[in-house]
T-cell receptor, first 118, second 111 residues
């Protein structure tokens, strides 16, 4: 379909390993956001991309977390040396981001990647 | 980090009943949004509000952006079984800024 896609849908890893999560935004959307959702919690902002640059990285919980975006499209979120507290659903969203507010900046979410760190 | 306040955590209603959910914040937001999340899915936008005092409807859903810009409510009328899910409010300060979410309310509808 034409929505935001994320892969893998599920990832189980051992503590200490690195993981990469991928997000494919809606075609033409220039803004891309990563959020984390822990069990029974709301969504927690991680990082925002406008094009390939990240004006707001304020939500990244530690230096083990990093993200990049290439070609103004696909983004990967990398977690190094995973810990059990990293277990959560990682959600990606994209928006047209024309800069003027309103409907064009509505964020559309992907289905998420469920990460389990054993 | 800061979160919006949504309570109670769970609501149980009878099919056909109306339900109202509130969301409050200690600080101002310039956009308020309501999302619904089904199990295993990402949140889906239900209603977006862009002006203080704005009242917007989307089918059986009605939402309002509080005059103080610190609160919003969502009403669902004549509930049906497929209304079951988690309802999140979210606030946004600037045009392309991050969303700040509430913890969500899990709605159950008894047939």
């Amino acid at each position: 379909g034409a929505g935001v896609s994320q892969s893998p849908s599920n990832k189980v890893t051992e503590k200490g390993k690195d993981v990469e999560l991928r997000c494919d935004p809606i075609s033409g959307h220039t803004a891309l956001y990563w959020y984390r959702q822990s069990l029974g919690q709301g969504l927690e902002f991680l990082i925002y991309f406008q094009g390939n640059s990240a004006p707001d990285k304020s939500g990244l919980p530690s230096d083990r977390f990093s993200a990049e975006r290439t070609g103004g499209s696909v983004s990967t979120l990398t977690i190094q040396r995973t810990q059990q507290e990293d277990s959560a659903v990682y959600l990606c969203a994209s928006s047209l981001a024309l800069g003027s507010g309103g409907r064009h900046n509505e964020q559309f979410f992907g289905p998420g990647t469920r990460l389990t760190v054993l | 980090g800061q979160q919006l306040n949504q309570s109670p955590q769970s609501m149980f209603i009878q099919e056909g009943e109306d339900v109202s959910m509130n969301c409050t914040s200690s600080s101002i937001f310039n956009t308020w949004l309501w999302y619904k999340q089904d199990p295993g899915e990402g949140p889906v936008l239900l209603i977006a509000l862009y002006k203080a005092g704005e009242l917007t409807s989307n089918g059986r859903l009605t939402a309002q952006f509080g005059i103080t810009r610190k609160d919003s409510f969502l009403n669902i009328s004549a509930s049906i079984p497929s209304d079951v899910g988690i309802y999140f409010c979210a606030g946004q300060r600037g045009a392309n800024s991050k969303l700040t979410f509430g913890k969500g309310i899990t709605l159950s509808v008894r047939p």
